[in-house]
């Protein structure tokens, strides 16, 4: 008669066993960001209870001890990751980074201030692992949604601005191409990485631009919501920044050989 293990044998045991990876990567690029943190964090456990998530903070080496937070957190739950830069900056950048960091099929970008409507991260991901789409948008300017947390009215004018001129560039018709709000198959971006420009703030539209085939879009409706703590990283750079990306692709689409079609 084989021997039963010892409870302690057991409990090693276990420790060791094989879990499988989350369904769920959510990427919060953030600086100085230390007083959402863990308001962040408890939003997302409390909306996303139908998958599996992980949540990786990648901070711009914050000197107001935002990783100080997040590596707290992760000591308490194996959830959470930190990736701390060191030397480097920008917004885009640091989504690259987060999401190739990852280890789910499906990532979600989301701000670190608590403006963005983390009970829409469940229906984004049904929307893709689901339902089929490629891309998952929140966007505040379909039916339900709305921009009224904008902090300013340049922060108004640059998003109406950007989002009636990034139309004009896109493969496909999205009506909130400055959204910072969605959700996307890892597999897609990853193809992309190597064409998107990585400045400025607008991670979406870049990858939307670069996109050599339509990809399925689908845009759900979120309210934009006010500032939960700390100050907005907006300012003027900004409009550089996306004249700058928008640039960056035109100039690369006109340098595209074109291709031709022999007859058999």
Same mark, same amino acid.
């Given at each position: 008669m084989p021997l039963s293990p010892t409870p302690a044998l057991q409990a090693e045991h276990d420790m060791f066993k094989t879990r499988p990876g989350p369904a769920l990567s959510i990427i919060i690029p953030c600086y100085n960001e230390r007083g959402n943190v863990e308001p962040l964090y408890e939003s997302v456990a409390a909306a996303v209870t139908h998958y599996d998530w992980e949540l990786i903070f990648v901070d711009d080496n914050s000197p107001d001890?935002?990783?100080?937070?997040?590596? +707290? !957190? @992760?000591?308490?739950?194996?959830? /959470?990751?930190?990736?701390?830069?060191?030397?480097?900056?920008? !917004?885009?950048?640091?989504?690259?980074?987060?999401?190739?960091?990852?280890?789910a099929p499906v990532v979600a970008v989301m701000d670190g201030d608590m403006q963005h409507d983390e009970r829409l991260l469940e229906p984004m991901m049904d929307a893709i692992s689901r339902d089929g789409y490629d891309v998952a948008i929140?966007? $505040?300017? /379909?039916?339900?949604?709305?921009n009224s947390g904008l902090a300013n009215r340049w $922060?108004?004018? !640059?998003?109406? @601005?950007?989002?009636?001129?990034?139309?004009?560039?896109?493969?496909?018709?999205?009506?909130d191409p400055m959204s910072g709000f969605f959700a996307v198959r890892?597999?897609?971006?990853? +193809?992309?990485?190597?064409?998107?420009?990585?400045?400025?703030f607008k991670i979406l539209l870049d990858m939307l631009m670069v996109q050599q085939? $339509?990809?399925? /879009?689908?845009?759900?409706?979120?309210?934009?919501?006010?500032?939960?703590?700390g100050e907005s990283k907006m300012d003027r750079k900004v409009l550089f920044q996306f004249v700058h990306m928008l640039a960056h692709h035109l100039l690369k689409r006109k340098k595209r050989p074109l291709s031709v079609t022999v007859p058999s």
């Open positions: 001890g935002t990783m100080d937070a997040v590596w +707290k !957190l @992760a000591q308490a739950d194996s959830r /959470v990751r930190g990736i701390l830069r060191v030397g480097r900056r920008g !917004l885009s950048s640091a989504v690259i980074e987060g999401i190739l960091s990852s280890s929140g966007s $505040r300017h /379909v039916e339900g949604g709305d $922060r108004l004018f !640059l998003s109406n @601005a950007g989002i009636q001129i990034a139309q004009f560039c896109l493969p496909v018709r999205v009506s890892r597999d897609l971006f990853v +193809k992309s990485v190597g064409d998107l420009s990585g400045t400025g085939t $339509r990809p399925r /879009v689908t845009e759900l409706p979120f309210v934009f919501r006010t500032r939960h703590a």
